[in-house]
């Protein structure tokens, strides 16, 4: 069962969401909890610690809906909420994406509209959730990796497929916000990694979506791969959405002033893949290293704003399915030999 905040002061909204989604709350799909302003959310919210969505109103007494957004970021970075308001101007919509909504409906309200919305919310956040799972448990794998351990878990044999290493082909793409590291110097720390972790936020989503795997966050760049069919393809379609979503991201308000661009750069071949890292002291990283995930980096760092820049070796592997634009030679670090590189359109 899914359970979902709605903070609103109108009571009629109440009688219509228990209405319209009467079906799926006998089924027990949906269980919805009220409150009439964004006070109230918030206490409602810590005797509720496993609400999934809030929907919100902007204008409510006490504290609206905008402030209300704030401290929900504050306190459950994992909530996401939508917000449903009749204050659909352009203003409202950029101050309330800036401050972590996930999406905006306004009223009066399609219902069939704001299900769909609700739907694909709560898939982003079970998404999120299944990632956070999935990287806590390997790192609580890694630190304990001591003796007892390693005999309750089958010994030897369970340490060698530990600390085993494969040779797989794969794609590995870096993305890189431009600029943010002048930024950060200027800003708040808490603004800093806040507006941080948006974009990460919005970046994993898309590499999730095309069944890639977030490798690392390294600073403000994110390094991702992709196995399995088509993986240099997922590759590029992943960096395209998020060129995409970041270019259509709201201006934001207050003083800071910041849009982001991203230089992002890909690579496809052989890899070695394994726990790399310190045995003696228990700290291994799964991860890919290799020449391709050194080349996937270093065209990162000569990409543009905006530019995703591959190797000719990639090129000939999906000029039929994506349109792309020589850009000539250029000098890699650490290679002897330019590389003929070219930009990724569309």
Known sequence: MVKILVADDEEDLEMLIKQKFRKKIREQQYEFIFAINGKDALEKLKKNDDVVIVLSDINMPEMDGLT???KLSESSPL????????????????TAMNRGAFDFVTKPVNFEDLELTM??????VKQMKDTLKAIQENNILRMYVDQNVLNFMGGRE?????????????SIAFIDICGFTSFSEKESPDQV???LNQYFDLMAKEIIDQNGVIDKFIGDCVMAVFKGPYHLDRAIDACLSIR???????APSGKAKFLPKVAMG?????????NIGSASIRRLDYTVIGDSVNVAQRLQSVAEPNQILISNTSYQKVKESFNCRQVGEVSLKHKVAPVFVYEVLD
Request: aromatic content about 6%; overall charge negative; glycine content about 6%.
């Open 79 to 94: 909530i996401k909420t939508v917000m449903v308001s009749a204050y659909g101007d352009m203003d409202n919509i950029r």
């Open 119 to 124: 739907e694909k919310t709560i898939k982003h």
């Open 68 to 70: 209300f957004l704030t």
């Open 244 to 250: 995409n979503k970041i270019d259509n991201l709201p």
């Open 193 to 195: 990694v806040n507006l």
């Open 158 to 170: 369970y340490l060698a497929s530990l600390t085993a290493s494969e040779t797989v082909e794969a």
């Open 266 to 274: 890909i690579n496809t071949g052989d890899v070695i893949s394994g």
